[in-house]
Nanobody, 114 residues
Framework: QVQLVESGGGLVQPGGSLRLSCAAS????????MGWYRQAPGKEREFVAT???????TYLDSVKGRFTISRDNAKNTAYLQMNSLKPEDTAVYYC????????WGQGTQVTVSS
């Protein structure tokens, strides 16, 4: 059983930065793609970024150049560095491990507001 625990969310002013972390239990982290998704109030959950086991990254167009996904396989942890945050980035952010099954974390709230 894989468990994912996100942390690092909070309240930040527009233009600010946050770094989200996703710590995974179990031994399958390094072999699988990790992703970050978000869900704003009244909207469906959407893809934000993914990183493969080999380090290949993909991003939602609206976060390109502002967000950076990374991973540390020795720590079983994935990260999402978010810079130049905008109010429209406000959402609950979830991490996902995509293997034979998909596993989700419980989410962490990010609020961008002055």
């Amino acid at each position: 059983q894989v468990q994912l625990v996100e942390s690092g969310g909070g309240l930040v002013q527009p233009g600010g930065s946050l770094r989200l972390s996703c710590a995974a239990s179990g031994s399958i982290f390094s072999r699988n793609t990790m992703g970050w998704y978000r869900q704003a109030p009244g909207k469906e959950r959407e893809f934000v970024a993914t990183i493969t086991s080999g380090g290949i990254t993909t991003y939602l167009d609206s976060v390109k150049g502002r967000f950076t996904i990374s991973r540390d396989n020795a720590k079983n942890t994935a990260y999402l560095q978010m810079n130049s945050l905008k109010p429209e980035d406000t959402a609950v952010y979830y991490c996902r491990l995509s293997g034979a099954l998909a596993y989700w974390g419980q989410g962490t709230q990010v609020t961008v507001s002055s």
